[in-house]
């Protein structure tokens, strides 16, 4: 069972700046692919970026490309996400998701494991 806890949410000001962690103990994240995903209220969980397993491909949805980044820290066993310039239209939910050996997918349904969201709202 691999445990994920997201930290870094909050309330911004269009343009401003956030950085989203992903935490887990587990001992093998070295071995999971790592996806950041967002759902706004009515509307479906959206990939945002996600991270192969051996951290050599990253992926950016079309709508953050520029904005934000996605990396991760073996060492740490963390994924964050930078998100740079944000707009209001960035409020949502964001949760963070492990695939086991994934290379990068971005359907949901590869995502084994999710962390709990972290609220990002921000205001025009």
């Known amino acids: 069972q691999v445990q994920l806890g997201e930290s870094g949410g909050g309330l911004v000001q269009a343009g401003g700046s956030l950085r989203l962690s992903c935490a887990t103990s587990?001992?093998?994240?070295?071995?999971?692919?790592m996806g950041w995903f967002r759902q706004a209220p009515g509307k479906d969980r959206d990939c945002v970026a996600v991270?192969?397993?051996?951290?050599?491909?990253?992926y950016h949805a079309a709508s953050v490309k520029g904005r934000f980044s996605i990396t991760r820290d073996n060492a740490k066993n963390t994924v964050f996400l930078q998100m740079n310039s944000l707009k209001p239209e960035d409020t949502a939910v964001y949760y963070c998701?492990?695939?086991?050996?994934?290379?990068?997918?971005?359907?949901?349904?590869?995502?084994?494991?999710w962390g709990q969201g972290t609220q990002v709202t921000v205001s025009s």
């Open positions: 587990c001992r093998t994240f070295r071995s999971y692919a």
């Open positions: 998701a492990a695939d086991h050996y994934g290379l990068g997918e971005r359907r949901s349904t590869e995502y084994e494991y």
């Open positions: 991270v192969s397993w051996r951290g050599g491909s990253a």
